[in-house]
């Protein structure tokens, strides 16, 4: 059984950074397409990052892109989501999501297992 914590989330004034880390056991984690997602009160699940099962390719939501660097360690069995340059309206729960056979990972249907989330809350 596939497992994942995130951890990492907390109170940050805006223009902070965070680093926010998935820990993944219970799977061949080097072959799995890896995902973060952001959920706000109020509003739907949304893509952050995403990093590919094949190549390493990494793919970002607009959003974010060139504030958000998303990583793995394969030894570790851990993705990293490096948060730079926040904005209030980041404030949301982050999780991580494994693909078993995602495909580019910028969809909710493509992951197979979820954490339980961390929280992120930016102050203005």
């Known amino acids: 059984q596939v497992q994942l914590v995130e951890s990492g989330g907390g109170l940050v004034q805006a223009g902070g950074s965070l680093r926010l880390s998935c820990a993944a056991s219970?799977?061949?984690?080097?072959?799995?397409?890896m995902g973060w997602f952001r959920q706000a009160p109020g509003k739907e699940r949304e893509f952050v990052a995403a990093?590919?099962?094949?190549?390493?390719?990494?793919y970002y939501a607009d959003s974010v892109k060139g504030r958000v660097t998303i990583s793995r360690d394969n030894a570790k069995n851990t993705v990293y989501l490096s948060m730079n340059s926040l904005k209030p309206e980041d404030t949301a729960v982050y999780y991580c999501?494994?693909?078993?056979?995602?495909?580019?990972?910028?969809?909710?249907?493509?992951?197979?297992?979820w954490g339980r989330g961390t929280q992120v809350t930016v102050s203005s």
């Open positions: 999501a494994i693909g078993i056979r995602a495909g580019r990972g910028t969809n909710w249907y493509e992951y197979d297992y």
């Open positions: 219970g799977g061949i984690f080097s072959t799995y397409a």
């Open positions: 990093i590919s099962r094949n190549d390493g390719s990494t």
